[in-house]
């Protein structure tokens, strides 16, 4: 089955940029049935989407983060990233990737394990 | 952006109960509602979907309804296993949005 696998350091200085990677296995990236996601928890509190990218490159984003935020996709690599600029403390969280079904809408059915990022100097 | 309000914020129960959750829109999102059960240090998974539809794998005891603005989550027989934080999310536009999240304890 289709798994999800984020990566990338764990601590990110303040206004740096914030540079994770999720890894797919078991499944083709390339597949048009879904939008790859990143989604984010903060210490404690409820989930925020930041936003996903579909195979062909087209990408949609929280406008909360817009100004910030790129999702980027390399089928070769089966992989697809986040990075965030300009980061704050208010940036530190669990960040998720994840698969979202896109056609029929049916949910954000798997999910990456979570990778905690701290925005510290 | 779509607001989506669950209620309550959280709750106790006891083995064996049945449980209801509620979600509401600030506007229509016709079916498009996924429901996710998060426990403590996991990624969040993925009940119900389409409102109504059990994921593959996911006890038959969790079940779904609503339609336009208003959602129930359904647990009958709560097992200890359920004890966890459910989502309500919104898949009828982008950006997608979360409930604040409904916490279901002992």
């Known amino acids: 089955q289709v798994q999800l696998q984020e990566s990338g350091p764990g601590l990110v200085k303040p206004s740096q940029t914030l540079s994770l990677t999720c890894t797919v296995s078991?499944?083709?990236?390339?597949?048009?049935?879904?939008?790859w996601t990143w989604i984010r928890q903060h210490p404690g509190k409820g989930l925020e989407w930041i936003g996903y990218?579909?195979?062909?490159?087209?990408?949609y984003y929280n406008p909360s983060l817009n100004s910030r935020v790129t999702i980027s996709i390399d089928t070769s690599q089966n992989q697809f990233s986040l990075k965030l600029n300009s980061v704050t403390a208010a940036d530190t969280a669990v960040y998720f990737c994840?698969?979202?079904?896109?056609?029929?809408?049916?949910?954000?059915?798997?999910w990456g394990q979570g990778t905690t990022v701290t925005v510290s100097s | 952006d779509i607001l989506m309000t669950q209620s309550p914020s959280s709750l106790s129960a006891s083995v064996g109960d049945r449980v209801t959750v509620t979600c509401r829109a600030s506007?229509?999102?016709?079916?498009?509602l996924n429901w996710y059960q998060q426990t403590p240090t996991k990624a969040p998974k993925l009940l119900i979907y389409?409102?109504?539809s059990l994921q593959s794998g996911v006890p038959s005891r969790f079940s779904g309804s609503g339609s336009g603005t208003d959602f129930t989550l359904t647990i009958s027989d709560l097992q200890p296993e359920d004890f966890a934080t459910y989502y309500c999310?919104?898949?009828?536009?982008?950006?997608?949005?979360f409930g604040q999240g409904t916490k279901v304890e002992i």
């Open positions: 078991g499944g083709s990236i390339s597949s048009g049935d879904y939008y």
């Open positions: 994840a698969r979202e079904t896109a056609r029929p809408r049916y949910g954000t059915d798997v």
């Open positions: 999310q919104q898949s009828f536009n982008t950006p997608r949005t």
């Open positions: 506007q229509t999102i016709n079916r498009y």
């Open positions: 990218i579909y195979y062909s490159g087209t990408t």
């Open positions: 389409s409102a109504s």
